[in-house]
Structure formats: C-alpha cells, structure tokens
C-alpha cells in the first residue's frame, strides 16, 4: 500500500509508547487516523495534537464488543480503513511456576485476543475492499524467550505465528500484513500495564522480577516511521533492533541442528 496519502489507520493502544509513535509517524504520511486507546485521556491528547486528521475512540481489546463498536466509529467517522494496527499490548514479568492464573488471563486477553478481536472485526472489511494493511505488535519476545518473559512471550510467540498465517492467507486479496518485533523502546509499558489492569485480573501479587530498562529504549516516533516504511514497501518482519541478530541466529541453528540430528540418527523422512 505505497500510496498512504488521504487512507485511514486505526491504531490500538494509539495513547501513548509505540502506539503514539505509530499515529504520529501515520499522520506524518498524510493519512487520517484513529487513535483507540484504553485511556479515553491520553488518546484525546494525542488527537488533539495531531488536528482534524485524527479522532479519539476508547476501545478495550480485551473485549470483542468495544472493538465492534470502534469499527463502527471508525467507519461513521471516517468512512473506511484501510491500515490496520493491532498494537495494545500489556507485560506482566512472573516466573511460570509462581505466576497465578489471572497473570495468564490478563496477557492472554489483550496481547492475543486483542489481535484476535482486532482481525475478527476488521479484516473483512479489508478483504471485501481488496485493499489494506495489518500490523500486529509482537515484540522481540515473540522470536526469542527467557525468563521472566515466559507469560509475555507465550503471547507474543503466538502473534508472530499468527501473522506469519495471515499474511499467506491475504496476499492474493490485496492485502499486506506485517509483524512487529521491537526491542527496547522507550515507553511506559511497564507500568502503565499495571495502571490499567482491570481489578478482576489482579491477584495482587508482586513477583519482584527485574523489568526492562525501556527508558534506555530508542523513541517511540522512530519504531512508528519504520512501521510506515514496512507499510509502504510491504515488508513482513519489523525489527527495530540488530543487536539481537546472534541470538535469534543461535536459536534457529538450534532448530537446524536439531532436524539434522533427526535424520543422522532416524534417516530422512523427506517425502520430495
């Protein structure tokens, strides 16, 4: 989708972090866009901030009905869309063997089913228009794991799996899609997931596990121009950082080794 001028972006967790930097980078592009956000507050500022182009709808993604009813202001408002950014995400560090059900269900609700609610609600529309683009947020934690990330890469794993389905499934609709992984980006992730933790899926419970030092992180703006490049070029991967190259090499070398393994010790069970 090369020509962005005009065509409107609906941005999950638009309010603030990556989210803000994605609507910035959009509005910059000269498209209109819709910021959604948990925080009704901080997406109002950050609409107002950006003029007429864009507007401000409080959207839990957690919720199928509150994402329905973004669609449907989205498309009263505007009319259409056309890029798609499944990007609210929450991060909870526990350790999986003391971590309790609701630190599951509280990640689990609003990374993956926040992408799930997201697609449900708006891919149709992009199919049927033969035309569009989706971002799901992932992270870096989504190609490589470790503790205490076990929760949020659980989800994260599943966003890049997701995605990497997706986007063989809308290719020949015209439609593009990309992954977000980004490394550390300075935002208030941490402890806005707590701020926003509805009361229900609070166990109350402090893992005292090191959190990362996202104030170290690169800006917001810069993850968000590289989605609209990914965006305009129809890239798929999106990741923000190379200092994670030896890692993420490491774990795919494991995976060859392993399948190499196999077939030294069983033979090949290639069908070609």
């Not at 990640?107 to 926040?114: R, S």
């Not at 149709?124 to 870096?140: D, F, K, W, Y």
């Not at 992984?181 to 707590?194: K, M, N, W």
């Not at 166990?203 to 990362?212: K, N």
Request: proline share 4%; charged share 20%; aromatic share 4%.
């Amino acid at each position: 989708m090369q020509d962005l001028q005009g065509k409107v972006a609906v941005i999950t967790g638009g309010g603030s972090g990556i989210g803000e930097g994605i609507a910035r980078a959009a509005a910059g592009a000269g498209m209109q866009v819709v910021v959604a956000d948990i925080d009704i507050v901080k997406a109002q500022q950050v609409a107002d901030d950006l003029g007429d182009r864009a507007f401000a709808v409080q959207v839990d993604v957690s919720n199928l009905e509150s994402v329905e009813a973004l669609r449907d202001a989205c498309l009263e408002h505007f009319g259409a869309v056309h890029l798609l950014c499944n990007n609210a995400g929450v991060r909870i560090g526990a350790l999986m063997k003391d971590a309790d059900i609701k630190d599951w269900q509280y990640q689990i609700n609003v990374n993956l089913y926040g992408v799930i609610h997201g697609l449900k609600v708006f891919l149709p529309l992009l199919v049927e228009q033969g035309e569009g683009h989706v971002v799901n947020t992932a992270s870096i934690g989504g190609l490589i794991a470790g503790p205490p990330e076990g929760l949020y890469s659980t989800t994260k794993f599943a966003v890049v799996g997701l995605s990497e389905s997706l986007l063989m499934e809308v290719a020949e609709h015209g439609v593009g899609v990309s992954v977000l992984c980004p490394g550390l980006v300075d935002t208030r992730l941490i402890q806005q997931s707590l701020d926003v933790r509805p009361g229900t899926m609070d166990p109350g419970i402090d893992h005292h596990q090191p959190a990362p030092d996202t104030a170290s992180g690169i800006p917001p703006l810069a993850v968000g121009e590289q989605v609209i490049d990914a965006v305009r070029e129809g890239g798929f991967y999106i990741i923000t950082h190379d200092d994670y190259r030896e890692i993420i090499a490491m774990r795919h070398q494991g995976i060859l080794d392993a399948l190499d393994s196999h077939a030294a010790r069983y033979g090949s069970t290639s069908t070609g």
